[in-house]
Nanobody, 121 residues
């Protein structure tokens, strides 16, 4: 069992940066692939990025602006978000997957409660 708690969201202006954190408790954090997803009002949950032991992957709309990283000693995964724009406004969720990274939300085993990111123009 893994519990995930996101933090770091907030209200920012276009062009600003935010760093989201996701703290995990439970055993075996280092063995999980970790993903970030987001969901805007009225839209489906969307893949943002994942990090596994082998690689990282990003949705095209955030490439070059967002960076996913992890600190296994701290059981934490991060999402550094730069050059934010209003289209990035959403609730951001982190998720853990037992085997390999994926862009598909239903393939993840554990989810956090989400943190709101709002970008004003």
């Amino acid at each position: 069992q893994v519990q995930l708690v996101e933090s770091g969201g907030g209200l920012v202006q276009a062009g600003d940066s935010l760093r989201l954190s996701c703290a995990a408790s439970g055993r075996g954090f280092g063995t999980y692939a970790m993903g970030w997803f987001r969901q805007a009002p009225g839209k489906e949950r969307e893949f943002v990025a994942f990090i596994s032991w082998a690689r990282t992957d990003y949705v095209d709309s955030v490439k070059g602006r967002f960076t996913i990283s992890r600190d296994n000693a701290k059981n934490t995964v991060y999402l550094q978000m730069n050059s934010l724009n209003p289209e990035d406004t959403a609730v951001y969720y982190c998720a853990a997957k037992r085997v390999g990274g994926s862009r598909v939300p239903r393939e993840y085993d554990y989810w956090g409660q989400g943190t709101q990111v709002t970008v004003s123009s």
